[in-house]
């Protein structure tokens, strides 16, 4: 059971190009979603998928781009890098209200620190 | 709008005393989930302890415990015997029990000292 995994666990880019950052689990969680954290401001969510088929923008999804063809898989694509997109990014993943009442929890993959120069 | 303030940015303990972290929120619901995790310096995410808005019984993990004040919206967490490997950046997180997503604060930065 390897939980959460996100590659690459980092990334430099230059403005304009284009890059997917990966995420997987293992756990069969229904919810799955994905965050940037930047300094002085938390965790903010980009993008959330509900369940295989289904996703959803969250606070900050300008220049993103998800798509959840499995349950296990959910992708992040940034369509053209901008330096303000310099930050790092976790995905993920809880079971969701259709889960277990005591499993609300969200667990984390180890992040991707990403540079846009 | 569900908002989560942490109003301390950087707090300092000495090793094996207690120190307490806040948390605020601000939601009109009647029904949620309250949460810290813990980041320390490899930057993985890690679940704390949680609290259900229903039960009135504060939630204790161990050396954590929290003080849930419903009516005053108020969240903290005690962290009691502090150790070295607790320092962390801390984020207290809330999730609406009609909907999946989180809300987090921006976080407090606990140093532990020898």
């Known amino acids: 059971n390897a939980g959460v995994t996100q590659t690459p666990k980092f990334q430099v880019l230059k403005t304009g190009q284009s890059m997917t950052l990966q995420c997987a689990q293992d756990?069969?969680?229904?919810?799955m979603s994905w965050y940037r954290q930047d300094p002085g401001m938390g965790l903010r969510l980009i993008h959330y998928s509900v369940g295989a088929g289904i996703t959803d923008q969250g606070e900050v999804p300008n220049g993103y781009n998800v798509s959840r063809s499995t349950t296990e898989d959910f992708p992040l694509r940034l369509l053209s890098a901008a330096p303000s997109q310099t930050s790092v990014y976790f995905c993920a993943s809880s079971y969701g209200l259709a889960g277990a009442q005591s499993s609300y929890e969200q667990y984390f993959g180890p992040g991707t620190r990403l540079t846009v120069t | 709008a569900q908002t989560v303030t942490q109003s301390q940015p950087e707090m300092s303990v000495q090793e094996a005393e207690t120190v307490t972290l806040s948390c605020t929120y601000d939601t009109s619901e009647n029904n949620y989930y309250l949460f810290w995790y813990k980041q320390p310096p490899s930057r993985q995410m890690i679940l704390v302890i949680r609290?259900?808005?229903?039960?009135?019984q504060n939630a204790t993990e161990n050396r954590f415990s929290v003080n849930f004040q419903k009516a005053a919206k108020s969240f903290s967490l005690k962290i009691s015997d502090s150790q070295l490997g607790d320092t962390a950046m801390y984020f207290c997180a809330f999730m609406k029990h009609t909907g999946n997503q989180f809300y987090f604060g921006t976080g407090t930065s606990l140093t532990v000292i020898p």
């Open positions: 609290q259900e808005a229903y039960k009135q």
């Open positions: 756990m069969n969680h229904e919810y």
